[in-house]
C-alpha cells in the first residue's frame, strides 16, 4: 500500500507542475485512484502487478455496482493516466491498460433556466440576507456569476483587486492557471461598487483589530479564507426559494449555463462564449447548441407557410 500511495502522489504531482491542476482535480484523481487501489487489495494485488484483467474487472466492479457511466469512464482515465505516467518513469515495463477503450461518456444537455427565471433569481438575490449589507453581498454575488458565466472556484476565490477601479472587464484566473478577460454588465457593476463599500468598512475595522485585510472579495472565516463552495451552493438553494424556483432545479453551474445559452439564443458566436468561458476545446461549448436547434424549430413552426 505504500508503495501505491508514493506512486500515487508522484503522479499527482506531475500533473500539478505540468498542467497546473487545480486542488479540485487533484483531489479528484487522488480519490479514484485510491478507490482502485482498495479494489487490487482485495485481489492480493498492487498497482505495480495489476494487469490488464484487472482493469477491466474493477471497471466491471463499477457498472455492477451502478456507477454512472460518467463516473466510470473518469475512474479509468485517473487508471491509464497513473499507468502512461508509471511507464514513462520506468516505474513499470508494461502498461497494462494501453489497450483498454472504456465507456464513453454521454454528452447529457445541460439543464438550462430561461431568462424570466434568472431575473427571478437576481431579484430574489437581493432580498437574501439579514442585513442591508448581506443582501447586497448577495446580489453581488449572483450578478457576477450570471454576467461573467465563470466557473463557482472561480467566482468565491476572486481576488478583490480585480474590481477596483470600476474595470470594465473582469479578469478570470481559470482551469490550469490560464487567464481570460470577461466584461461585466452594467448590473453587475453597479452591484460591485455597492458592495466594495461594504467590504472597506469591515475591512477597515478589521485593521483596527490588528487583523490581515482579505485579498478577496468575499472573505469567510473558512480555513481558504474566502466563500466556500458548498456554503455558495447552499446560498443558491436558499436564493430558490425566496424565488419560488425549485432548488432541484438550481445549481450553481446552472448559472453558467444559462450565461451561455442566453448569449447564443441572442446571437452571441460560439467561438466568443468558449473564450468566455474557458473552455479549452470548442467541442465543449458546442453542447449549447441545442439553443439553436430550439431557436430553428420556432422559426420554422411560426413561420413556414405549411407549418400550420
Given at each position: 500500500?505504500?508503495?501505491?500511495?508514493?506512486?500515487?502522489?508522484?503522479?499527482?504531482?506531475?500533473?500539478h507542475a505540468e498542467r497546473?491542476?487545480?486542488?479540485?482535480?487533484?483531489?479528484?484523481?487522488?480519490?479514484?485512484?485510491?478507490?482502485?487501489?482498495?479494489?487490487?487489495?482485495q485481489r492480493h494485488k498492487?498497482?505495480?502487478?495489476?494487469?490488464?484483467?484487472?482493469?477491466?474487472?474493477?471497471?466491471?466492479?463499477?457498472?455492477?455496482?451502478?456507477?454512472?457511466?460518467?463516473?466510470?469512464?473518469?475512474?479509468?482515465?485517473?487508471?491509464?493516466?497513473?499507468?502512461?505516467?508509471?511507464?514513462?518513469?520506468?516505474?513499470?515495463?508494461?502498461?497494462?491498460?494501453?489497450?483498454?477503450?472504456?465507456?464513453?461518456?454521454?454528452?447529457?444537455?445541460?439543464?438550462?433556466?430561461?431568462?424570466?427565471?434568472?431575473?427571478?433569481?437576481?431579484?430574489?438575490?437581493?432580498?437574501?440576507?439579514?442585513?442591508?449589507?448581506?443582501?447586497?453581498?448577495?446580489?453581488?454575488?449572483?450578478?457576477?456569476?450570471?454576467?461573467?458565466?465563470?466557473?463557482?472556484?472561480?467566482?468565491?476565490?476572486?481576488?478583490?483587486?480585480?474590481?477596483?477601479?470600476?474595470?470594465?472587464?473582469?479578469?478570470?484566473?481559470?482551469?490550469?492557471?490560464?487567464?481570460?478577460?470577461?466584461?461585466?454588465?452594467?448590473?453587475?457593476?453597479?452591484?460591485?461598487?455597492?458592495?466594495?463599500?461594504?467590504?472597506?468598512?469591515?475591512?477597515?475595522?478589521?485593521?483596527?483589530?490588528?487583523?490581515?485585510?482579505?485579498?478577496?472579495?468575499?472573505?469567510?472565516n473558512s480555513q481558504l479564507?474566502?466563500?466556500?463552495?458548498?456554503?455558495?451552493?447552499?446560498?443558491?438553494?436558499?436564493?430558490?426559494?425566496?424565488?419560488?424556483?425549485?432548488?432541484?432545479?438550481?445549481?450553481?453551474?446552472?448559472?453558467?449555463?444559462?450565461?451561455?445559452?442566453?448569449?447564443?439564443?441572442?446571437?452571441?458566436?460560439?467561438?466568443?462564449?468558449?473564450?468566455?468561458?474557458?473552455?479549452?476545446?470548442?467541442?465543449?461549448?458546442?453542447?449549447?447548441?441545442?439553443?439553436?436547434?430550439?431557436?430553428?424549430?420556432?422559426?420554422?413552426?411560426?413561420?413556414?407557410?405549411?407549418?400550420?
Open positions: 500500500m505504500k508503495q501505491d500511495t508514493i506512486w500515487i502522489e508522484g503522479f499527482l504531482e506531475a500533473i497546473n491542476a487545480s486542488e479540485n482535480t487533484l483531489l479528484a484523481y487522488r480519490r479514484d485512484l485510491l478507490a482502485f487501489c482498495t479494489f487490487l487489495r498492487k498497482l505495480i502487478t495489476a494487469t490488464r484483467a484487472d482493469i477491466e474487472a474493477f471497471i466491471i466492479n463499477l457498472e455492477s455496482n451502478g456507477m454512472a457511466q460518467a463516473t466510470r469512464a473518469r475512474r479509468l482515465s485517473a487508471i491509464k493516466q497513473i499507468y502512461r505516467y508509471g511507464f514513462e518513469e520506468s516505474l513499470i515495463t508494461i502498461n497494462p491498460s494501453s489497450e483498454i477503450k472504456g465507456p464513453k461518456p454521454k454528452r447529457t444537455l445541460p439543464s438550462n433556466l430561461s431568462e424570466e427565471d434568472v431575473n427571478k433569481l437576481l431579484e430574489a438575490s437581493t432580498k437574501a440576507g439579514r442585513s442591508p449589507e448581506k443582501k447586497r453581498r448577495s446580489s453581488c454575488l449572483m450578478q457576477i456569476l450570471y454576467a461573467t458565466g465563470m466557473r463557482v472556484s472561480e467566482l468565491v476565490s476572486l481576488p478583490v483587486a480585480s474590481v477596483r477601479g470600476n474595470p470594465q472587464m473582469l479578469l478570470i484566473k481559470g482551469k490550469g492557471g490560464k487567464d481570460r478577460l470577461v466584461p461585466l454588465s452594467t448590473p453587475a457593476k453597479m452591484a460591485i461598487a455597492a458592495y466594495l463599500v461594504d467590504w472597506e468598512i469591515v475591512q477597515e475595522k478589521n485593521r483596527l483589530k490588528g487583523k490581515i485585510t482579505s485579498k478577496y472579495l468575499f472573505p469567510s479564507g474566502h466563500l466556500t463552495r458548498i456554503r455558495f451552493y447552499i446560498f443558491i438553494k436558499e436564493i430558490c426559494l425566496i424565488a419560488e424556483i425549485s432548488p432541484n432545479k438550481v445549481s450553481p453551474h446552472t448559472l453558467r449555463h444559462a450565461f451561455a445559452s442566453h448569449l447564443l439564443a441572442n446571437g452571441a458566436d460560439l467561438r466568443v462564449i468558449q473564450m468566455l468561458l474557458g473552455h479549452a476545446d470548442v467541442a465543449t461549448t458546442e453542447i449549447y447548441t441545442h439553443v439553436l436547434d430550439e431557436k430553428l424549430k420556432s422559426l420554422v413552426f411560426n413561420h413556414h407557410p405549411l407549418a400550420n
